[in-house]
T-cell receptor
Framework: EAAVTQSPRNKVAVTGGKVTLSCNQTNNHNNMYWYRQDTGHGLRLIHY???????EKGDIPDGYKASRPSQENFSLILELATPSQTSVYFC???????????FGAGTRLSVL | QQKVQQSPESLIVPEGAMTSLNCTFS??????FAWYRQHSGKAPKALMS????GEKEEGRFTIHLNKASLHFSLHIRDSQPSDSALYLCAVSGTGYQNFYFGKGTSLTVIP
């Protein structure tokens, strides 16, 4: 089965600090996605990528940047973290020719 | 932008019951319809998907799609306590590039 690995699994950050969430997939999927999951909102798309070097804005990109330096790696960057960004973040790969999404285990981020 | 809505928000059923979960979507050009299951504290995992009108059965699970009604559903026969989870429906358009999820239905199966 497709393997998607996220790090860190848990993160506590201070308001105004920089946070980087990392995601690695070993299945050669072209597409990768970052979602956040909050009670009452479900999964919301932040950024996605069609391949190395590409990033696209999702539905809620404000306050987030993304980086796709290689086929395997996709990062989510919070330059100035705010308490409203406290959430669980999921990375996924798949889509395109591989229509199913495969999710990582998630990163629980708390911004104090 | 695609709107995906699920009902009910939560459901409690006895073991052995038939469970029905619903999902509506707004874009009639959508081409991929799927259910994901997420156990507490875990990642969402694809359960089953369908691309054309009709039904598809896999074990105790059946997915039914009616594109004209902008509606698809998941039916779980002989529900088990291990089925207790958050069920998320997902919809995607041409090329399966963007996936839109509903807010989820929390299912609890009581032994």
């Amino acid at each position: 089965e497709a393997a998607v690995t996220q790090s860190p699994r848990n993160k506590v950050a201070v308001t105004g600090g920089k946070v980087t969430l990392s995601c690695n997939q070993t299945n050669n999927h072209n597409n990768m996605y970052w979602y956040r999951q909050d009670t009452g909102h479900g999964l919301r798309l932040i950024h996605y990528s069609y391949g190395a070097g590409s990033t696209e804005k999702g539905d809620i990109p404000d306050g987030y940047k993304a980086s796709r330096p290689s086929q395997e790696n996709f990062s989510l960057i919070l330059e100035l973290a705010t308490p409203s960004q406290t959430s669980v973040y999921f990375c996924a790969s798949g889509g395109g020719g591989q229509n199913t999404l495969y999710f990582g285990a998630g990163t629980r981020l708390s911004v104090l | 932008q695609q709107k995906v809505q699920q009902s009910p928000e939560s459901l409690i059923v006895p073991e052995g019951a038939m469970t029905s979960l619903n999902c509506t979507f707004s874009d009639s050009a959508s081409q991929y319809f799927a259910w994901y299951r997420q156990h507490s504290g875990k990642a969402p995992k694809a359960l089953m998907s369908i691309f054309s009108n009709g039904e598809k059965e896999e074990g105790r699970f059946t997915i039914h799609l009616n594109k004209a009604s902008l509606h698809f559903s998941l039916h779980i026969r002989d529900s088990q306590p291990s089925d207790s989870a958050l069920y998320l429906c997902a919809v995607s358009g041409t090329g399966y590039q963007n996936f839109y999820f509903g807010k989820g239905t929390s299912l609890t199966v009581i032994p």
